[in-house]
């Protein structure tokens, strides 16, 4: 007598850490192959990745500081690098690991592995960008002469730590929304744009007035940048509004791993 197997997808939806750690080799192997990808038949490779900043920098300091004389509490070329080195990690972790499960289309029809690797090692990717962006931010700061608190040691990791988990709560939702409504490649663009706009860079949030300030930081960036800029300036932490972002941030990621666990079980059908 033949017997007869049914697949169906699971009734509950369970986030299996000891599965992803079980294929932590599969990770770095993502990992790896994203930043051969991302840097083959490049002349400068890796230094890209200070030399998009050290632009930006250069081109806002001569828009907005020369031009409209905004006072952010430190010299400007530090502050917006600081800024443009955590945005770094955030823009770009959002922008791959939206893309990332239909660039790995092939592999995900023909073999099983946790899903949730692929855009998660486009966050390591993203990371290790910011860690080089992050080590010309100390250059900067001696060129400067930029004094920075002890806090540093604690601010710092949180802040990147806020960054990363946003960026992955974000990108994870993107991505197993691409897979079946490719119109969310079309407004990402938008979406990036807004956010960097409402994200302290090229401005400070202490800087501006009314409650249209507290509700920038709706947006999870703008409290790891308050904590970021903390140790290098004398404003008072903006509790509640690191609190509103830390919230934001953990409703995206209950959002995005939730859909994502949802939905994965389809993507080899619809990719």
């Known amino acids: 007598m033949q017997s007869e197997i049914k697949i169906v997808p699971p009734k509950t939806i369970s986030f299996d850490l000891g599965e992803l750690w079980e294929n932590r080799e599969l990770l770095y192997s993502f990992a790896r192959r994203d930043i051969k990808v991302k840097y083959k038949q490049t002349y400068l490779g890796i230094f890209w990745v200070v030399l998009q900043p050290l632009l930006l920098m250069f081109v806002f300091y001569f828009v907005f500081f020369k031009t409209l004389?905004?006072?952010?509490?430190?010299?400007?070329?530090?502050?917006?690098?600081?800024?443009?080195?955590?945005?770094?990690?955030?823009?770009?972790?959002i922008t791959h690991s939206s893309e990332s499960l239909l660039s790995s289309s092939q592999i995900i029809r023909k073999i099983y592995f946790p899903r949730l690797l692929i855009p998660l090692a486009s966050l390591l990717t993203a990371m290790i960008d910011f860690l080089v962006a992050f080590a010309l931010l100390f250059v900067l700061l001696i060129i400067f002469r930029q004094p920075v608190s002890w806090k540093a040691l604690y601010c710092f990791p949180i802040a990147t730590i806020i960054t990363f988990i946003s960026s992955f709560g974000i990108g994870s939702l993107l991505a197993a929304l691409n897979v079946k409504y490719r119109d969310f490649r079309y407004l990402l663009p938008f979406g990036i744009q807004l956010l960097f706009f409402s994200s302290q860079i090229v401005y400070s949030i202490h800087s501006l007035e009314g409650p249209f300030s507290s509700l920038l930081y709706c947006n999870p960036l703008n409290g790891a940048l308050e904590i970021f800029y903390y140790p290098m300036q004398n404003y008072e932490l903006n509790f509640t509004g690191v609190l509103i972002s830390v919230a934001t941030t953990i409703v995206f990621l209950l959002c995005g791993l939730i859909y994502f666990k949802k939905t994965e079980v389809y993507f080899a059908d619809l990719i």
């Open 69 to 93: 004389n905004i006072n952010v509490g430190i010299p400007y070329p530090v502050y917006t690098f600081a800024g443009l080195v955590l945005w770094g990690l955030f823009s770009t972790g």
